[in-house]
């Protein structure tokens, strides 16, 4: 009888890892749930759910896997390092923010402001925060 489980494993491995890099990836997009006081459960969730699913892929691949869960060391470095938080601007401070310019354009010229759910965001990355404020 053959045994179809190499042919079976290999490709659920590769899609375990890298789903779970992708799954830890998306930490990097800034959301009003990664809020100052938020950030922290919303990355453990997603850091567990990433690593749980590289270490599948570690067991399904062997030695492959291993390789893919040292390559996915780095892109999670950097999402503990550098995922966004964002600070909510209260509606009656918005003025405030906005001394020569508006918030719209100071978000299209770089500035770390962004609008979502109809409310502005400071949205600045974690070690920032951490080391400026």
Known sequence: MHNAGPVVKRPAGWIAGVGGI????????????????????????????AAALVSIAKVLLGRAGTILAMVAALPFVCVVLFHPVSDRIPDEDVPTFETVHTLQERAAQG????????????????????LFF
């Not at 009003?32 to 567990?48: C, D, F, I, K, N």
């Not at 500035?111 to 951490?130: D, K, N, S, T």
Request: hydrophobic share 50%; aromatic share 8%.
């Open 111 to 130: 500035e770390p402001f962004r609008q979502m759910r109809g409310h502005w965001y400071q949205v600045r990355p974690w070690i920032a925060r951490l």
């Open 22 to 49: 992708m799954i830890a990836l998306l930490a990097m997009r800034p959301s009003p749930a990664a809020s100052v006081s938020g950030h922290g459960r919303v990355l453990l969730l997603t850091l567990v759910l």
